[in-house]
Every structure is written in structure tokens, then in C-alpha cells.
């Protein structure tokens, strides 16, 4: 298995670009979800998907759109990037709910200048 | 809304010293779990603590959750190089959610 995969692995944006992260999961897992790790602000949600078609915001949404057609993918689209959305950006799965064990793809490096 | 408290949120060590890294809710915690992040890569599992008073051991790391279900521990026994990284802690939170801790950043000097 590969596990969860994301692409790309870095990226450098210019304010009011937009673009798509990817993740993919070949695990079956029904719970994905994005994180964006900031120093010292540790992991923060972004959104989060409980099953295909299913997806809600977590603790930080705005900027960003998802979507969750299949169980496999659940990519991250930034509408109009700006210098704040500089970080570093995880996509993770779980068997089952939001508090199984999280399975952490290898993160997309944005800047956004 | 629910937070997981984790301190110290940097330590520095002289290997073959001991670390610790503690979490705090305020809250019942259905659950805590810990990860590992090393420099440069993405959080890795380490464990998962569901009942109260739990004491599990990972070869020299010591995990435990609070009687009452709102603070958990990590504690590194002769601190390795290999062990340099971030350390998270989880909780469980009453909304069916899973709270990171802000991580723990440990640094080993040979």
C-alpha cells in the first residue's frame, strides 16, 4: 500500500492564484481530513470529510474549498491565494471516525508571495 | 471550544538525559494519542491510550493517561539523537473530534 499520497511536494504561488493540493489514500478509509502546521501554531483543521460526498469545515476553512467525490481522493483548492496561506499543509486518514489513528501523507511546502 | 494544552514547547537535552512532555484538558478526553514528527516529515503514530490510569511502555518511552481522563505524559528514558523531533499528543474531545496538542519540540545534543 502507499499509503497517503500528496502532491505536489512543493509550491510557490503568487497572491490571487489559485490551485489544488491533492491527496490520495489506497487504505479504504472513510474519514480524510486537511491539516496546515504553522510554527508554533501546531496542527490546525482545515476541513474534513467522514465519507464520500460528505465534507465540513473544521478550524480554520476560509480560503479554502474541498470536495470528496470518491473515498480514494480528497483534494484542497485554494480559491485566491494569499501571503497568509504560507504553510506547510497535511492531508491524514482514519479507519472509521475522526479519533481512530491518522495516517499523514508526506505534506505540500506553500509559499505564496 | 476544546483545547489540549501541551508543555514545554521547547526542550533541549544532553543525551543519555530523560525528557517529558505533558497534556492538559479541561475536559474528559475520550482518548489520547501521541505522534512523532521529525524534522522535515510529517507526523507519525506512536500510540493510543483509552482507559483511565493507562501506563503502556514503547521500548524507552513511557505513556501515560490521567486518572481522570484530562492530562497525559511522555516520557523519553536516556534520550537518544534518533529521538529529535516533535512530539504531539491528541485527545479524543467531546464532540467526536480528535485536538492536537501545539507539539513539543525536542533537541538532543550528542
Known amino acids: 500500500n502507499a499509503g497517503v499520497t500528496q502532491t505536489p511536494k512543493f509550491q510557490v504561488l503568487k497572491t490571487g492564484q489559485s490551485m489544488t493540493l491533492q491527496c490520495a489514500q489506497d487504505?479504504?478509509?472513510?474519514?480524510m481530513s486537511w491539516y496546515r502546521q504553522d510554527p508554533g501554531m501546531g496542527l490546525r483543521l482545515i476541513h474534513y470529510s467522514v465519507g464520500a460526498g460528505i465534507t465540513d469545515q473544521g478550524e480554520v476553512p476560509n480560503g479554502y474549498n474541498v470536495s470528496r467525490s470518491t473515498t480514494e481522493d480528497f483534494p484542497l483548492r485554494l480559491l485566491s491565494a494569499a501571503p497568509s496561506q504560507t504553510s506547510v499543509y497535511f492531508c491524514?486518514?482514519?479507519?472509521?471516525?475522526?479519533?481512530?489513528?491518522?495516517?499523514f501523507g508526506p505534506g505540500t511546502r506553500l509559499t505564496v508571495l | 471550544g476544546q483545547q489540549v494544552m501541551q508543555i514545554p514547547q521547547y526542550q533541549h537535552v544532553q543525551e543519555g538525559e530523560d525528557f517529558t512532555t505533558y497534556c492538559n484538558s479541561s475536559?474528559?478526553?475520550?482518548?489520547i494519542q501521541w505522534y512523532k514528527q521529525r524534522p522535515g516529515g510529517h507526523p507519525v503514530f506512536l500510540i493510543q491510550?483509552?482507559?483511565?490510569?493507562e501506563v503502556k511502555k514503547q521500548k524507552r518511552l513511557t505513556f501515560q493517561f490521567g486518572e481522570a481522563k484530562k492530562n497525559s505524559s511522555l516520557h523519553i528514558t536516556a534520550t537518544q539523537t534518533t529521538d529529535v523531533g516533535t512530539y504531539f499528543c491528541a485527545g479524543g474531545g467531546s464532540q467526536g473530534n480528535l485536538i492536537f496538542g501545539k507539539g513539543t519540540k525536542l533537541s538532543v545534543k550528542p
Open positions: 475536559t474528559t478526553l475520550s482518548n
Open positions: 487504505m479504504n478509509h472513510e474519514y
Open positions: 491524514a486518514s482514519s479507519y472509521g471516525t475522526s479519533q481512530g489513528t491518522q495516517y
Open positions: 491510550l483509552v482507559k483511565s490510569g
